[in-house]
């Protein structure tokens, strides 16, 4: 999930993203030229997260500023030009992504659409935004604006803590969990096609429950214990991972809750949730071909199988790769989904 909007603080764009990043409760910082000397003067004192370069030199710190971000992101009208130019190619030298949204080739909502994609595909923690300056293109910081303003907000949007079903409480887990998640994850038959190994330990089932807390305070992926609501008995898990106009879900239950119907309802409550409540056009997860439990479980909560093989290692399974199938509920930009 993006935490840092990273920009030099120039007027233009680069003030126009820590606009926006304000407005949406992102941390905004970046290097600036020493003094904190911007063409309309001192950079205003409410930027207040910034590192001076020890340079006159513009350059230098947009060097920096693209050396300390995970991708940058152009914004101009017409062509890259000075320090835009250079932020792109420093990315480029750097094998950092980036993209340029050229506002004169394409309408602002649709760069703002294109950007959400490309960041729910590449999911940085922080962006570098880069962009002409307000003396070079007066429009530039109302555009660059309202391009993030769209753009950013479907990035941003977090799961809840619980939800219910009328047999399950789901909620994240607990350190308290490590017995009942130990017990199903060293059973081979629960883990036979999914891509991590039997545990061995609890000590792995400890560190599995570290890593659950830690993507799900981050927003890269949202577990969810499956808690029985009649006695309080934890049996699996769901996680969801949310990339803007697209999600994607995986689920593990222990065997001796097979056969009730459980994940379906679990996987149900999570795929209503996403859809009514989120952005995203495209909910997908994929299964080993031969994992037919898992199948009737996609099938049941009206996922769509998509043509072609996709392929997996799943360790547990064999050595070779695998087949999966991929299934999806897809939805237009403003009509009904295809799944109802």
């Given amino acids: 999930m993006i935490t840092r909007i990273v920009s030099g603080g ?127 293109d007066p429009l530039i910081y109302e555009a660059v604006l309202r391009v993030l303003r769209a753009a950013l907000p479907p990035l941003l949007q977090r799961a809840p803590g619980e939800l219910e079903t009328k047999r399950l409480l789901l909620r994240p887990p607990l350190p308290a969990d490590l017995e009942p998640v130990f017990a199903y994850a060293r059973d081979s038959e629960v883990t036979r096609y999914i891509q991590w190994p039997p545990h061995s330990s609890p000590d792995e089932t400890r560190a599995f429950l570290t890593r659950c807390a830690e993507v799900r305070a981050a927003g890269d992926a949202y577990p969810w214990a499956l808690v029985l609501r009649d006695g309080g008995t934890m049996i699996g898990m769901v996680e969801l991972r949310l990339r803007g106009r697209t999600a994607n879900l995986g689920y593990v239950l222990a065997r001796e809750h097979w056969g009730r119907s459980l994940a379906p309802e679990a996987v149900a409550r999570v795929r209503d949730w996403v859809l009514e409540n989120t952005g995203v056009r495209r909910l997908w997860a994929i299964c080993d071909a031969e994992n037919h439990g898992s199948v009737r479980v996609l099938q049941k909560c009206r996922f769509a199988e998509e043509p072609g093989i996709r392929h997996a290692y799943h360790p547990n399974a064999g050595p070779d790769v695998r087949e999966c199938l991929s299934f999806a509920i897809e939805r237009s930009v403003s009509g009904p989904r295809k799944d109802s």
């Fill in 10 to 136: 120039q007027t233009g764009a680069d003030r126009a993203a820590w606009d926006a990043a304000g407005e949406l409760g992102i941390a905004a910082e970046g290097w600036v030229p020493r003094g904190r000397v911007a063409e309309d003067g001192l950079i205003p004192a409410a930027y207040g997260d910034l590192r001076e370069t020890g340079s006159d030199d513009p350059a230098s710190r947009t060097r920096l500023n693209v050396r300390d971000s995970d991708v940058v992101v152009a914004i101009t009208h017409g062509p890259a030009t000075g320090g835009t130019y250079l932020a792109l190619d420093q990315a480029a030298r750097l094998e950092h992504p980036s993209v340029h949204l050229d506002l004169d080739a394409e309408a602002e909502s649709a760069a703002a659409e294109r950007l959400l994609e490309w960041l729910g595909q590449t999911w940085p923690g922080s962006v570098n935004v880069a962009g002409p300056r307000a003396s070079e």
